[in-house]
């Protein structure tokens, strides 16, 4: 029995009046309350009706508000039975709908006999009217063995050969965080082009992957083509990921030797600087997923949504793990903690969501967040023990600027890059920031491409540097109040 399934049975047990089960497998959540009832009987409401197994009477045109109406005029019809409602959430903002759950929740905290209402729904909404009925249980993401169990069921059912135990452990890595069905619904897909699931089939798998994902709305996978290799400058912050890489591909080893699992980076610094270059490439280096969280869109509406939202994030990406999860622009999601608005109250409870899970965090969810404003950042993010390190990111110095400049010259006109005067250029972008050198270089190579020109010469370079106000120029003072403060916290400077 699993965790889920032990909860679920203490719950059902100690009648609790509301248990909401937050998945995106319905069917399997239902076989577990049926197992969890222990023989008391299923009643069930969805779209389609009301429907109740005792006597398998349906009554198809029934609402919702008719059904909680019958059970609360008729308290034989609750006993010894489990009520459970599918694809609730979109009718938990009816009005109607709220305050009869909340006649019949009452009832059944007054004593009423045996009875529990179980909803399962993708999505968690929670009226604030029923806040202190409701109890809320996830069920768990399959572990690696029952993805490889699942994975080999389907090849029994399809009658094809089962997998090798090598692409076995590579496929079931792929699928984590899918669910049976959608792992099943991806199976059926890989076999139909040749009636086989070979290797072959990852790139499909992966992509279909990212797309499902996404769609959660939570997370977002993002492929990554950058390494270290595309970073110019940064030096110690590259040869810190580097070591943590290192800890991040054997932690058995790692572990064994006393040395404590990567919890994450906080990068913080100048805009386009390569603070996101960093989280994609740390995603390369440890040969792990990218997984961006979007804050705004943790923001929901009702009570408690924002922190629900937050944990399955933090749960989905527990699930994927090992994984690289990367928070951008931090300083938004947590702006206004401990403030005394609304607004700023989801903010406080869903940073203490945040803050407890980096601090107890055991799983290989390697967390990296990038931050362009540490002054309105809480405090205690920026305590040691949160984050592994946090590393300051300013402009780049002219060795830097000279690394980037080659970078972005040699990816899109390798051939011309020997005759460019790489030094003179360094020395002409002081105050640039590494977008800015990306941006002159494509410049540059539009220009001489529009004026029918064969070669990229260091002239067409400096004529794009001419046109181009760095960053320095554009926000000085924001930049040298910036620069005063990571140096007063001293933070590590990525750069040597
Ligand atoms: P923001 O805070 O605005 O999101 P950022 O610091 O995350 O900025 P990046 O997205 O990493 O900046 O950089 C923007 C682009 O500038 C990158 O795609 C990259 O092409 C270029 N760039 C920035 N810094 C570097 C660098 N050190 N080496 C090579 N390219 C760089």
Not at 20 to 39: L, P, R
Request: net charge negative; glycine share 6%.
């Amino acid at each position: 029995m699993n965790k889920f399934e032990d909860n679920l049975i203490r719950f059902m047990d100690a009648g609790f009046p509301i248990i909401y089960i937050d998945t995106f497998e319905e069917s399997k959540a239902v076989k577990y309350v049926q197992s969890a009832a222990c023989g008391r009987v299923i009643m069930e409401w969805s779209v389609t009706g009301f429907c109740d197994y005792a006597t398998n009477s349906v009554c198809p045109d029934w609402s919702l508000a008719d059904t909680l109406r019958f059970l609360i005029s008729d308290a034989n019809s609750c006993h010894r039975r489990v009520l459970v409602l599918t694809d609730i959430h979109s009718y938990l903002s009816d009005p109607v709908v709220t305050a009869l759950l909340k006649l019949l929740a009452q009832k059944i905290v007054k004593g009423l006999d045996d009875f529990n209402i179980v909803m399962v729904s993708p999505v968690v909404v929670i009226p604030p009217e029923l806040e202190k009925f409701m109890s809320i249980l996830s069920m768990d993401y399959l572990s690696q063995p029952e993805i490889k169990q699942v994975v080999n069921d389907f090849c029994d059912e399809q009658e094809i050969d089962r997998l090798s135990p090598q692409f076995l452990d590579e496929l079931s890595m792929a699928l984590k965080g899918l669910t049976e069905f959608e792992i099943c619904n991806m199976l059926a897909m890989a076999l139909t082009d040749d009636g086989e699931i070979t290797s072959s089939d990852m790139d499909l798998i992966i992509e279909q992957k990212q797309q499902l994902i996404r769609k959660s709305g939570i997370l977002e996978m993002i492929p990554v083509k950058e390494d270290l290799s595309s970073i110019g400058g940064l030096e110690n912050l590259k040869n810190w990921l580097q070591r943590k890489g290192k800890i991040f591909k054997n932690v058995a080893k790692a572990e064994k030797f006393g040395v404590d699992i990567p919890k994450g980076v906080l990068i913080a610094g100048m805009p386009g600087c390569g603070k996101s270059l960093n989280a994609k490439a740390a995603a390369k280096l440890f040969n792990v997923p990218l997984l961006r969280m979007d804050m705004g869109r943790l923001m929901g509406k009702y009570v408690g949504e924002s922190e629900a939202n937050m944990r399955k994030a933090i749960k989905l990406a527990e699930a994927i793990s090992p994984c690289v999860l990367w928070i951008d622009e931090l300083e938004k999601a947590f702006a206004g903690v401990g403030g005394n608005s609304g607004a700023s109250d989801v903010t406080t409870r869903l940073f203490g969501t945040f803050l407890t899970w980096l601090q107890e965090k055991e799983s290989l969810a390697f967390v990296v967040a990038t931050a362009n404003d540490i002054e309105k950042m809480p405090p205690e993010l920026m305590r040691k023990g949160r984050f592994d390190e946090i590393f300051y990111v300013g402009l780049p110095n002219k060795n830097e600027r000279e690394k980037i400049f080659e970078i972005h010259i040699k990816k899109r006109r390798p051939n011309d890059f020997k005759k460019i005067d790489i030094s003179a250029l360094a020395s002409k972008t002081d105050g640039y920031s590494g977008a800015d050198i990306e941006g002159v270089v494509k410049e540059s190579i539009e220009d001489t491409y529009a004026n029918e020109k064969t070669e990229l010469t260091t002239q067409a370079i400096n004529e794009a540097i001419k046109n181009t106000h760095s960053l320095k120029e554009i926000m000085k003072d924001k930049l040298e109040k910036m620069d005063t403060l990571y140096k007063e916290r001293k933070y590590k400077n990525a750069s040597v």
